[in-house]
């Protein structure tokens, strides 16, 4: 931190700092400006100056701690397209080699004539000042190198850590008047003068021109000449030079753009007083023969309305809504992701500095033309003014990269406290770390977790469960990480027409029946199905500091508690997990981590460490990544039939919670995996009889009702044109299961048959014909097969009672009958089929 404005020395008054003043003037006049620096407090006491103390110059700081300027970040799309701007200080520092020559000129022209001829100091300059000051008045004298000085200690202010500490600093930095005014030029003087004697001519006009404010929000020559006249700082011509460097004097006074709620009059007087300071340092460009007399003419003619060609400043992420619509809240969580990782610093606050002055270039994953797609149809599924006020989000993965395409919502972004209806800084694709929402209940999207638990412990899709059921006792469930579970029979019910049946796994899925799947979970272990999905990414999206008093544990970032309830997604995570999780399904098993930024490059081109996806291909075995595919690719014709197929392979499921409080669809394809929510953004509030986007929801809403239609008009218009390839194929072990004896069951009564194949793990179906056979009448005659896999459906065929006709022997026969025992069947009448 360079050294305070304050001396070390003690206080001196007003006439002990003029009386010094003056001394460094004189012996600088005669002497020259080294020799003043030298002697200047030998001359004080050789003169008499009552009570100076030679440590009053001894003690001001000669060496200044130069440090790397704040510059403004840029956030792009994943095209180069900018997003927005993040600047404590809107800068872009260039070497001078890229001002335009006419630019230097120009401020040197105004500022500091002498530039080249000074070592630093102006004295005859500092000493008119000074009387002028003495008489009441005040004079600038700084010369660019001392101005320089001058920016590097109100730099160092900004730098402090409290705002108390800030404000004295700044204070220190521009007193003008009494013996702190004059202590400050002295310090500026002896620094300037040692500076002098380090630093080339060249150098010193470069840093200044590159520290200087040019502008209310402007900083360097090259930000102001972006801003004013949209081009570089070595394209500026005369006019332009003219302009920004009559600006650096009263940033506030000379700025040309006013800002946006000036009043027409108000633009009018600023463009005239912009013309005035403009005109004064024309005047002095020719005086010192960089422009000629023609040029001055014609500049003083021009208008400086007629030469601003004005890029307006973009900063934080309500711009970025004007570049890419709806990506407001894809370019606030970028922020949020350079917040809380600790690739971009140890703490928050350091890493927010280096977003706010670092100079970063941070390139994202955004597709613009993904994201447009998403705006559009997430607000056409429900407008931002749709009176129900229900909210929706879409957001977009890419599997095999955990690349974030597209992120959006029906509601406009925006960071101001005062916010008009249909706008929010919350991010409800986002966790709460991520974006301020807490997550939404997932509901049967949460099923393929017991899915995946299901197929891991060897089972098969067309495994037969028991759906009967609506009811169970906690004891019947087993949580091996959090031991017995207790409590009253847990309830629930069936949605979207799931019928409570015996059924097969894939039909459960099919159509998301609550009854089998709960089945499922008595015969696994919960905490490997929570376990599963957070190993996916997928866990709860509350504030992690925060308590869940459901079973002690944290709100965020941990996985689901091991309740049957969960098993029907009954606690909160965010669209962009549920993505996510599904992309590793699309990618045949590789599991990605989310991310936003594939690179950032700081002010000087080096390229920064950025969080990467850590992709682990086998995250999930790629036999039941296939099986999973398979099985929610039936959702077309199961519980999103009335939405019908998109024209390409895709696998999804639907999702709905108990009350229809939130409704969802995530679904994918090999290219791309996206979750549609629905609901109220502030609470489980049921959107049962609510009229939405005109429609009005006597039951329901569904997943098929608004979620998936708005995934199926994304999804066809961004992989339109697009090469999409199928899933791998399933294996037979994961739809079928291993095959298995059937216990055979020829002769025995339909209802002791049907106990014994069910008992085995079988399905039954009886055939409505009879055969003729040796066995009693009512008894099994036939059996569809003696080995299958388990779960497969068996079908009996009944006896009539009769006996079987003889048959006349061919030739060669001995046409003996078939009775029990007397044939290789077993005793059926014909061989064995199978259908499972």
């Given amino acids: 931190m360079p050294t305070s404005a304050r001396a070390r ?40 100056i009552t009570g100076m103390s030679v440590t009053a110059f001894d003690d001001l700081p000669s060496e200044l701690e130069q440090r790397p300027l704040p510059e403004k970040s840029e956030i792009l799309a994943a095209d180069g397209t900018l997003l927005a701007t993040f600047y404590d200080q809107n800068r872009i520092v260039v070497p001078l080699a890229e001002i335009a020559p006419i630019m230097q000129q120009a401020v040197i022209a105004v500022e500091d004539r002498r530039f080249y001829e000074h070592s630093g100091v102006d004295p005859a300059g500092m000493l008119r000042a000074a009387v002028a000051q003495a008489a009441g008045d005040t004079q600038g004298a700084s010369t660019l190198t001392q101005q320089y000085v001058k920016n590097v200690f109100l730099d160092a202010a900004e730098r402090a850590e409290t705002d108390e500490e800030k404000a004295r600093l700044r204070a220190e930095a521009k007193v003008s008047k009494g013996p702190e005014g004059i202590a400050r030029k002295l310090r500026e003087a002896k620094i300037a003068i040692t500076l002098e004697k380090t630093m080339s001519k060249e150098e010193i006009l470069e840093k200044y021109l590159n520290i200087a404010a040019f502008g209310a929000s402007v900083y360097g020559v090259e930000s102001a000449a972006r801003y004013f006249f949209s081009k570089s700082a070595k ?52 005086r010192d023969g960089y422009i000629t007399a023609e040029e001055l003419a014609a500049g003083l003619a021009t208008p400086v309305e007629a030469t601003l060609i004005v890029s307006p400043l973009r900063q934080g992420c309500m711009s970025a809504n004007d570049t890419v619509p709806g990506s407001g809240f894809f370019c606030d ?238 606690q909160s995570t965010s669209p962009l997990q549920m993505a996510n999780a599904y992309a590793t399904f699309a990618s045949n098993g590789t599991y990605c981590k989310p991310i936003a930024i594939t690179s950032v490059v700081d002010a000087t081109g080096t390229a920064l460490p950025v969080p990467t996806a850590d992709c682990q291909a086998g995250a999930v075995d790629a036999r039941y990544a296939s099986a999973l595919n398979y099985a929610l690719s039936n959702v077309w014709t199961g519980t999103a039939s009335r939405v019908g197929a998109p024209p390409f392979p895709a696998a999804g499921k639907t999702g709905t919670t108990s009350d229809n409080e939130y409704n969802w669809f995530v679904g994918y394809t090999p290219l791309r995996a996206t979750a549609v929510w629905v609901g109220f953004s502030d609470g489980m509030r049921s959107m049962n009889r609510q009229t939405i986007n005109g429609t009005f929801y006597r ?3 569904y997943g098929s009702s608004i979620a998936a239609p708005t995934w199926k008009r994304y999804m066809e218009q961004i992989l339109a044109g697009a090469e999409n390839p199928g899933f791998a194929a399933a294996a037979d072990r994961e739809i079928n299961g291993e095959r298995v004896g059937v216990p055979s069951v020829l002769g025995r009564s339909e209802q002791d048959a049907r106990a014994t194949l069910e008992g085995a ?59 029990p025992g007397n044939n290789n069947g077993g005793g059926q009448v014909q061989p064995p089929r199978n259908n499972g």
């Fill in 761 to 819: 793990g079988f399905r039954v179906s009886v055939s409505g014909a009879q055969v003729q056979s040796p066995y009693p009448a009512g008894t099994v005659a036939e059996q569809s097969a003696t080995s299958a896999t388990r779960g497969a459906s068996i079908t009996l065929t009944l006896s009539s009672g009769q006996p079987p006709q003889p048959q006349q022997p061919g030739p060669g026969q001995g046409g003996f009958p078939v009775g």
């Fill in 333 to 570: 969580y970028v922020t949020k992701v350079i917040a809380n990782d600790p690739a971009f610093g140890e703490t928050s606050q350091a890493r927010l500095n280096l977003l706010y002055k670092g100079g970063l270039t941070i390139t994202t994953t955004l597709q613009p033309g993904e994201q447009a797609v998403a705006d559009a149809e997430v607000k056409n599924g429900i407008p931002i003014d749709d009176p129900s006020g229900v909210a929706s989000a879409i957001v977009s993965v890419k599997p095999g990269t955990g690349e974030i395409t597209a992120m959006a919502q029906n509601r406009n972004y925006s960071a101001l406290l005062v916010q008009n209806p249909g706008e929010t800084s919350v991010n409800f694709s986002t966790s709460y770390r991520y974006g301020g929402s807490g997550g939404f209940s997932p509901g049967s999207t949460f099923k393929v977790f017991t899915l995946l638990e299901w197929l891991k412990q060897g089972n098969a899709l067309q495994s037969s469960v028991n759906g009967t059921r609506l009811q169970y006792n906690m004891n019947e469930f087993t949580a091996g990480c959090v031991g017995r579970l207790t409590g009253p029979p847990y309830k629930f019910g069936n949605s979207e027409g799931g019928r409570a049946i015996q059924q097969s796994v894939l039909d459960a899925t099919k159509n998301s029946v609550n009854s089998a799947f709960v089945n499922m979970a008595t015969q696994l272990d919960l905490c490997n199905i929570m376990n599963g999905a957070a190993a996916l990414g997928v866990t709860k999206a509350g504030n992690p500091a925060a308590n869940d008093p459901t079973l002690n544990t944290p709100a965020g970032d941990v996985p689901f508690d091991p309740l049957p309830g969960n098993v029907l997604g009954s």
């Fill in 699 to 701: 039951s329901g809403p």
């Fill in 235 to 286: 394209d500026l011509n005369y006019l332009e030079a003219a302009t920004i460097a009559g600006i650096t004097q009263s940033p506030s006074a000379w700025d040309p753009v006013g800002p946006a709620d000036e009043t027409p009059e108000q633009d009018t007087e600023r463009y005239a007083d912009s013309k005035k300071r403009r005109d004064k340092v024309l005047g002095d460009m020719h």
């Fill in 9 to 48: 020395g003690r206080r001196i008054s007003a006439v002990q700092a003029l009386a010094l003043l003056l001394s460094f003037c004189l012996v600088a006049t005669i002497g020259g400006v080294l020799a003043a620096g030298l002697v200047l407090p030998g001359v004080a006491v050789a003169n008499g």
